[in-house]
């Protein structure tokens, strides 16, 4: 957190006084060689199931690789919030840093997600004030938050990429088949969702034009019940859609309601 607060020393100290020479030698333009960067977006953010620690996926715009990056719970909810669009009562920490970049007309241009070394994942955050540019280290997860917050591009080198990511195909199942993506609920996420149980798993993403689309899904459902049976987690979850050989009715909570939906996964 100190690191990300450094964008706000860097926004304070570089733009807000007066402009002068010493501070215009400091904010000279970052070099961006694109060739060397490859785009990915937030492909999905799970829980892993030996730790429970969160994952978030960065895949490629093709959706066959992905870079696997393990977070803290703390980056992990302000990711899923802004995916889902969740917006909190006061500002987080991560919120507080772009509303101080905005009050000095500043945007995060790009983050890159840049090398790893002793199995830490390190990334540069480039913010951007008329024509001038300003590089931020910062730790991944950070910089992802950001990036979505102001909707700019993630790269990562082509080289970590090639080296580190890992085919997607590994981890199809029913998620990928039906298109959605599901986690198990934290204390922290179940609060975010004013839901008074862990017990339940959580709809963290439903892809454009899939079958969990279609059967009316939407990211922040919590599922309670599939035909009857208690949800306890993804594992039971995943299992009892995949020995669903005909539609089969679930209870969900959305936005603060229980209601029932009708599901059709398909067969593997």
Not at 246 to 252: E, P, Q
């Amino acid at each position: 957190m100190i690191r990300l607060l450094a964008i706000a020393g860097a926004c304070l100290a570089g733009w807000i006084w007066p402009p002068g020479e010493a501070i215009a030698e400091g904010l000279t333009p970052v070099p961006f060689e694109q060739k060397e960067l490859l785009q990915v977006k937030v492909h999905r953010l799970i829980a892993d199931p030996t730790s429970q620690q969160p994952v978030v996926f960065l895949a490629d715009s093709l959706e066959e690789r992905a870079l696997l990056i393990w977070i803290d719970f703390f980056e992990a909810n302000a990711i899923s919030w802004e995916i889902q669009g969740i917006k909190q009562g006061r500002p987080q920490t991560h919120e507080l840093i772009k509303r101080i970049l905005q009050k000095v007309n500043g945007t995060i241009h790009h983050i890159v997600i840049s090398h790893i070394k002793k199995n830490i994942y390190y990334a540069t955050i480039v913010v951007e004030r008329e024509g001038s540019f300003v590089e931020i280290d910062a730790r991944p997860s950070d910089s992802i938050v950001m990036a979505l917050k102001f909707k700019a591009p993630i790269f990562v080198s082509k080289t970590l990429f090639r080296e580190m990511a890992i085919p997607l195909e590994q981890h199809k199942g029913i998620e990928e088949l039906y298109g959605f993506t599901l986690q198990d609920l934290t204390l922290s996420l179940a609060k975010a969702f004013s839901f008074g149980s862990t017990r339940g798993v959580l709809v963290s993403d439903v892809r454009t034009g899939s079958r969990a689309e279609e059967d009316g899904v939407e990211r922040g459902d919590i599922f309670v019940e599939v035909g009857e049976q208690a949800v306890e987690d993804v594992i039971l979850m995943k299992d009892a859609l995949a020995k669903s050989e005909t539609a089969v009715k679930v209870k969900i909570f959305r936005k603060a309601h229980f209601l029932t939906i009708t599901l059709h996964p398909p067969s593997r």
